[in-house]
């Protein structure tokens, strides 16, 4: 059992930035790839951004490259997600999610354990 746990959403105005945790409790950190999704209101959670179990290999959508970063720190069971440069569009609930499979994936039906979601707010 993998507990998450995500923190430092809030409302920012466009264009600025603003930095995702998510606390990991549980199992062994490193054995899960960790990826972020969002779900804005009204539509379908959506992957975002993957990191591999050491945290060298990262994968994004389209509309979030060069502009959000995935990271982690397995010492600290620790992933985090840097954004700027933020749209009225990344507007949603950001979720963390574990997955046990070794290669990237972006559905969710792969991801074993969720967080309960942090609201990130962009005005324009």
């Known amino acids: 059992q993998v507990e998450l746990v995500e923190s430092g959403g809030g409302m920012v105005q466009a264009g600025g930035s603003l930095r995702l945790s998510c606390a990991a409790s549980?199992?062994?950190?490193?054995?899960?790839?960790m990826a972020w999704f969002r779900q804005a209101p009204g539509k379908e959670r959506e992957f975002v951004a993957h990191?591999?179990?050491?945290?060298?290999?990262?994968y994004y959508i389209d509309s979030v490259k060069g502009r959000f970063t995935i990271s982690r720190d397995n010492a600290k069971n620790t992933v985090f997600l840097q954004m700027n440069s933020l749209k009225p569009e990344d507007t949603a609930v950001y979720y963390c999610a574990a997955t046990s499979v070794v290669v990237v994936t972006t559905s969710l039906m792969l991801y074993d354990y969720w967080g309960p979601g942090t609201q990130v707010t962009v005005s324009s």
């Open positions: 990191i591999n179990f050491s945290g060298e290999d990262t």
């Open positions: 549980g199992r062994t950190f490193s054995d899960y790839a």
